[in-house]
C-alpha cells in the first residue's frame, strides 16, 4: 500500500507557530541566491513508492543511484515530459542541486544561512550533503531551515540539496483524497492504483515555487507584525517585531514614504506611528491612486547590523450587515477567480504569466479576485498591494466531502495550514478576508464544530480581518454558515442545475439570495457562477458551451445582482477568469472551460461582457478622472463600453 513516509506522528493539540516566515529580501545586511533553473529528477517507480528511502538516495548524488532527467524549478513536473507515466504519477519524486556556496557566508560563523523552499506539493523532505534539514506536510506554503551548520561541516565540498516530494492525498490532507487499489487482475495490471479526490482541478505536483538560499546576521529580524487605522486624515501603524538568535542592543524603526521620506520613527519593539495626512491604500479604480505603499525599515543593532523593510498599505477593513467597507467607504468586489495553472509549467512560478493577468485584470477592470482553491505565490499577492487588487486569501481547504476529513486529525492539521497562511500573509494590505474552505459538505453533523474551531481560531491569529468559507450547501441545512462574518455562495443555474434553461436563473438566483440574507443578515458574495465554453464554438439560439451561451449565462446573473448589489449583496467573482486543467473525465474536454479567457489567455466573447460591466459599475460608483483608467489602446471596445479612448 502507499505510504506518506513510515508513519508521521499527529499532533493531539496545535503548537502555534513561534518563528517568522518573512519574505526574503536583499537588504545591507543580507543576501539572497536563488537556485531556480535545472534540478536533476526521478521519480521512484517502486511498487511501494519506498525504494529511494530504502536504499537512501540522500545519501550521495542522485545520479550515483540509478538514471535521472533534466527537470525545471520552479514548475510541476507532470506536463514537461512525453511520459504519460510520470504525467498522473502518485508517490515520491526526487530532485537534487549542487550549489555553490559564497565562500564568505561559510568562513564567517556569525552569518545565518538559510535554505527555503516556496512551495512543494505535497509532503516534504528535505537533505543537505546527505543530513535531513526539514520535513513539512502541505503545498502552497514556505518552510525553511538554518543550514549553516551542515554546509561548515566540510567547507570543500559542494552545498547538495536534496528534495524528496510526495504528492499523495489522504483523509487528512488539504486538500483531502483516498488511494483507491485495483485488485482484479482480468482488468488491472498488478499493483495498479488511483489518486481520487474532490476538487475540479488537476493535482499537479513537484517545486512550484522557487527554492533560494538567504543570510541573515546572527542576531536578526525573525518576524514583522503591522496592524493599521485611520483616525480623521491620520494613518496610524501599530507594530510588533520579534528578534531571533540572541538579543538586541539597539533598534530603529522608520516609517518612509514612497519617495523615500522619513514620515515617522521608533526605538521600540513593538508601538504605534503616526501619520499626519496619510496616503491611505486604496484598490484599483476606487481613487486615483491605489495601492499607495509606505516603507517599515527596521534597523536592528547587535553584533552585526541587521536591516529588513517591509512594505506597508494603511488602511481599515470593516463588515456590516450589508456592505465591505474599506477605508469607512463602501466597497464592490467585481473580480474573478483564478488558478495558478498554464501549459507545459501548471503549478509552477512564471513571471511573464503573471504580469500578463494582471494586464489583463486591469483592462477587464476586475478589482478584486479570489486565490481559489489554496494560497498564491507571494510575489502574486506583493502585484496585489502595489496595484490595488483585493485579494480573498483562500487555504487549500477544498473537496472535504467525507465525514472522515472532520476528525481530530484533519482539524489539527488544518488549524496548522491556517496558522502558516496567516503567518505568511498578514502584512499584505490586499488582503481584506481569509477563507477557511471552498464547498465543503457543511451539512454534515462534524461541520458545525468543525468550522466554528477552524474560523474561531483564525479570528485569533488575526482579529483584524472577516472570515469566511465558501459554500454550495443549502441554506437551511449549513452548519458552517452562522460563524462566518461574509456569506460567500457558488450557483450555477442553467448548468449544473437545470442545464440549459436560461429563464430560471433570475427567479433561482432571486430566491437564493433571499433565503440566505433572511436567515443570516450578513453581506453576500456571489463568490462562484458562469457557465463552460469552447473557444470558437458557436450558436444562436445559444446552447451550452457556445460562447454565446456563456455570454448568455452572465447577462442573466448581471441583471439580479443589479437589483441585489443596492441591498445586500457585496461582490460578484466569476468562474473562472481562464480555462484550466481538470484530471480526465467524461464531463471535461482537456480541462474547465469556464474561462472567460483560454488557457493561453486569449479572449472570449465572455470577457469582453464582463470588461463592459466592470467598468461601468466603476463609472456609476467612482467618478474616477479618465487617465486612471486602463490604457490598452490595442484591444477593441464594447460598443458604448467605458474607458480611454483608443490613441
Not at 555553490?100 to 535554505?115: C, E, K, N, Q, S
Not at 520613527?265 to 501619520?275: A, D, E, M, P, T
Not at 504569466?353 to 502574486?380: C, M, Q
Not at 445559444?542 to 448581471?558: G, I, S
Request: with cysteine; charged share 20%; net charge negative.
Amino acid at each position: 500500500m502507499l505510504r506518506l513516509l513510515c508513519a508521521f506522528a499527529v499532533l493531539d493539540a496545535v503548537v502555534p507557530l513561534d518563528t517568522g516566515m518573512l519574505f526574503p529580501r536583499e537588504s545591507p545586511s543580507r543576501e539572497v541566491k536563488e537556485l531556480n533553473g535545472l534540478w536533476a529528477f526521478r521519480a521512484d517507480m517502486s511498487p511501494e513508492r519506498n525504494q529511494g528511502f530504502e536504499e537512501a538516495w540522500y545519501k550521495r548524488r542522485l545520479a550515483e543511484t540509478g538514471p535521472v532527467i533534466d527537470m525545471p524549478v520552479p514548475a510541476s513536473y507532470n506536463d514537461v515530459t512525453q511520459d504519460h507515466m510520470l504525467r498522473d504519477f502518485i508517490g515520491w519524486v526526487w530532485y537534487e542541486r549542487e550549489v555553490m556556496v559564497p565562500a564568505r557566508w561559510i568562513t564567517d560563523t556569525g552569518t545565518r544561512v538559510v535554505l527555503r523552499v516556496g512551495s512543494a506539493h505535497y509532503y516534504s523532505v528535505v537533505w543537505v550533503n546527505g543530513v535531513q534539514v526539514m520535513e513539512h506536510e502541505g503545498g502552497h506554503l514556505p518552510f525553511e531551515a538554518d543550514i549553516g551548520s551542515v554546509i561548515r561541516i566540510d567547507p570543500t565540498m559542494p552545498c547538495r540539496i536534496t528534495i524528496a516530494v510526495n504528492n499523495t492525498l489522504t483523509l487528512e490532507t488539504l486538500p483531502p483524497g483516498t488511494i483507491q487499489h485495483m485488485d482484479d487482475p482480468d482488468k488491472y495490471p498488478q499493483g495498479f492504483f488511483v489518486q481520487n479526490y474532490n476538487f475540479d482541478f488537476f493535482n499537479y505536483a513537484g517545486l512550484h515555487r522557487s527554492v533560494l538560499l538567504y543570510t541573515t546576521p546572527k542576531v536578526y529580524v525573525d518576524d514583522i507584525t503591522v496592524v493599521t487605522d485611520v483616525s480623521n486624515k491620520t494613518g496610524v501603524v501599530k507594530y510588533s517585531i520579534s528578534v531571533g538568535g540572541g538579543a538586541a542592543a539597539g533598534l530603529k524603526v522608520t516609517l518612509m514614504d514612497k519617495d523615500g521620506h522619513a514620515v515617522a520613527s521608533s526605538s521600540r519593539l513593538s508601538g504605534s506611528l503616526s501619520v499626519a495626512d496619510a496616503n491611505l491604500w486604496w484598490p484599483y479604480l476606487m481613487h486615483e491612486n491605489p495601492g499607495y505603499l509606505y516603507s517599515l525599515q527596521v534597523r536592528l543593532m547587535a553584533s552585526d547590523e541587521d536591516v529588513y523593510t517591509l512594505p506597508v498599505g494603511i488602511r481599515t477593513v470593516k463588515v456590516t450587515s450589508t456592505q465591505f467597507l474599506i477605508n469607512s467607504k463602501p466597497f464592490y468586489f467585481h473580480g474573478v477567480n483564478k488558478h495558478e495553472d498554464s501549459d507545459i509549467r501548471g503549478k509552477g512560478f512564471d513571471w511573464p504569466l503573471i504580469v500578463k493577468d494582471f494586464n489583463l485584470l486591469k483592462w477587464l477592470g476586475a478589482n478584486s479576485f479570489r486565490t481559489s482553491h489554496y494560497p498564491y505565490a507571494e510575489e502574486i499577492l506583493q502585484m496585489c498591494d502595489r496595484h490595488g487588487i483585493v485579494v480573498i486569501d483562500e487555504c487549500p481547504g477544498v473537496g472535504i466531502k467525507d465525514i472522515r476529513s472532520f476528525g481530530k486529525a484533519s482539524m489539527n492539521h488544518h488549524l496548522i495550514v491556517m496558522e502558516e497562511l496567516v503567518r505568511r500573509d498578514k502584512n499584505h494590505p490586499s488582503v481584506v478576508m481569509w477563507s477557511v474552505a471552498n464547498e465543503p459538505a457543511s451539512a454534515m453533523p462534524p461541520a458545525g464544530l468543525y468550522f466554528q474551531t477552524v474560523i474561531e481560531h483564525t479570528r485569533s491569529l488575526d482579529p483584524t480581518r472577516p472570515v469566511t468559507f465558501v459554500t454550495n450547501t443549502d441554506y437551511s441545512r449549513d452548519r458552517g454558515a452562522p460563524f462566518v462574518d461574509v456569506i460567500c455562495v457558488n450557483s450555477y443555474f442553467s448548468w449544473y442545475h437545470d442545464p440549459g434553461y436560461l429563464e430560471v436563473i433570475p427567479i433561482q438566483l432571486n430566491t437564493q439570495f433571499e433565503n440566505w440574507y433572511k436567515t443570516y443578515q450578513k453581506p453576500i458574495i456571489q463568490s462562484e457562477y458562469g457557465a463552460g465554453a469552447v473557444a470558437g464554438l458557436h450558436s444562436d439560439p445559444p446552447v451550452m458551451f457556445t460562447e454565446e451561451y456563456q455570454k448568455a449565462v452572465l447577462m442573466k446573473y448581471h441583471q439580479v445582482f443589479d437589483q441585489k448589489r443596492k441591498e445586500y449583496v457585496i461582490g460578484e467573482l466569476i468562474w473562472n477568469f481562464a480555462d484550466f486543467l481538470t484530471s480526465q473525465g467524461i464531463t471535461r474536454v482537456v480541462g474547465n472551460k469556464k474561462g472567460v479567457f483560454t488557457r493561453q489567455r486569449q479572449p472570449k466573447a465572455a470577457a469582453f461582457v464582463l470588461r463592459d460591466r466592470y467598468w461601468r459599475l466603476t463609472e456609476e460608483m467612482f467618478k474616477l478622472p479618465s487617465w486612471t483608467q486602463y490604457h490598452c489602446a490595442h484591444w477593441p471596445m464594447p460598443v458604448g463600453g467605458p474607458g480611454p479612448t483608443p490613441a
